[in-house]
């Protein structure tokens, strides 16, 4: 580390300290910048939550750098069951006081964190412009590049948003069902006739049907969906859900979903569209999105905005988001660094 790592000194960001959490907050807001369709705005009880509720499969890794008594720089990291890695979910430097060293000093204490939870490799996913896109910071790339990071192998992911001012998909209304099939919808917590499945097909991102799924009261708990909703729910958010039922078996074929946080009324997340392979070739992704579109609009009239991601090849998917009027705004682009 540098000099300057010496004058830090760094606690670990706990719910339960109230100071420290609410300069860290500060510190969160004060760096989100204000590019236009970047990012939803800071929300402080989903922010909040974080700290308290990690998402499935993983740990968090939260420590707030002082000094002066000042809360002037912030680390996360994340870090996956039974993988070398340790992802940089956020790296904060206080705006008054970059440029001195600070943020290498937390990617210094970053390498040793996770070192000493057996990483090998840090990684990072860092925003970046499309050609004839928005203007994008380019800082976090040449920072990575300056403290020994390179961009990953593998593809990029574009983000892409919906402005429902500017284009309404649902204009024509919601597509028929095709025959065979029934649509459902549910909110935030999964029907139990429905967990088992979701995190199959969720975890699978399609798998063909459900000879192996166990749908027993504790495979219900246990079940991905289950945890996942437990960090969804702790953090306050609300989701919105869109499923198709093949009408023979009974079985769930695919489904989509839309989160949000507490306090960002306009702004929406798409999360994951998934249809099993045996039920693919009927349009059903397109009809899940729109069916939970109007969804979302008849429980939250002031969403405005809706984000979306996806690997950069997942062409089949990018396609349908701008046929129903999502705009490509900026790629992300995977960093990694060794940890030694």
Not at 274 to 285: A, K, S, T
């Amino acid at each position: 580390m540098n000099d300057i790592a010496h004058e830090l000194r760094l606690v670990p960001l706990d719910a339960d300290d109230a100071p420290t959490l609410a300069a860290w907050l500060q510190l969160t807001t004060e760096s989100a910048g204000d590019v236009p369709l970047s990012a939803a705005p800071p929300c402080a009880a989903d922010l909040t939550g974080s700290v308290r509720f990690a998402p499935p499969g993983t740990v968090l890794v939260d420590e707030a750098a002082y000094r002066d008594g000042q809360l002037i720089g912030a680390i996360r990291l994340v870090l996956p069951d039974g993988a070398p890695v340790a992802v940089v979910d956020q790296l904060l430097v206080d705006p008054a006081v970059r440029r001195q060293g600070v943020g290498r000093a937390l990617a210094g204490r970053a390498r040793e964190l996770a070192a000493g939870h057996g990483r090998t490799t840090l990684v990072a996913d860092l925003v970046e412009a499309l050609p004839g896109g928005p203007d994008r910071d380019g800082g976090p790339a040449a920072f990575a590049a300056a403290v020994g990071g390179t961009p990953a192998a593998g593809p990029e992911g574009i983000h892409q948003w919906l402005d429902l001012d500017r284009h309404d998909p649902l204009a024509d209304g919601v597509p028929d069902v095709p025959a065979g099939y029934r649509l459902v919808t549910w909110g935030t917590i999964t029907p139990d006739r429905f967990a088992v499945a979701v995190s199959e097909l969720g975890q699978s991102l399609g798998s063909s049907g459900p000879e192996s799924w166990d749908t027993s009261p504790e495979a219900i708990r246990t079940s991905h969906v289950r945890r996942f909703e437990r960090m969804r729910v702790g953090r306050g958010r609300r989701a919105y859900h869109a499923g198709v039922v093949h009408e023979e078996t009974g079985e769930l074929a695919g489904f989509t979903s839309v989160s949000k946080t507490t306090g960002n009324p306009r702004y929406a997340l798409q999360g994951m569209t998934v249809v099993g392979r045996d039920h693919r070739g009927h349009r059903l992704g397109r009809l899940l999105k729109l069916a939970n579109l109007a969804h979302v609009r008849e429980y939250e009239p002031s969403v405005r905005l809706i984000e979306t991601a996806n690997a950069a090849d997942n062409h089949p998917m990018i396609a349908l988001n701008e046929a129903m009027g999502f705009v490509p705004q900026e790629r992300w682009v995977s960093w990694e660094a060794p940890v030694s």
